[in-house]
């Protein structure tokens, strides 16, 4: 069986946390910010937990990330 290959796309955007959670930036935070509050500019720099729904198949592309 040959080894799996990682999406290395996948795997510079996501990390794992302690716990086994995978964390992933928001997005909507590169241009047009002038027209965004600082508030929701502020609330954009902080990760986010990746929703369960999609994890399934990130575990599938990022096989070797623990």
Known sequence: M???KTSRAA????????TGKLVRNKAYKSHILTK???KR???L???AIMDETNVKNMK???PYLK
Do not use: E
């Not at 795997?11 to 302690?18: D, H, L, Q």
């Open 45 to 47: 720099r902080k990760p």
């Open 36 to 38: 965004k509050s600082p």
């Open 41 to 43: 500019k502020r609330n």
């Open 2 to 4: 040959p080894k799996m």
């Open 60 to 62: 599938k592309i990022l």
């Open 11 to 18: 795997a510079k955007r996501f990390k794992v946390t302690g």
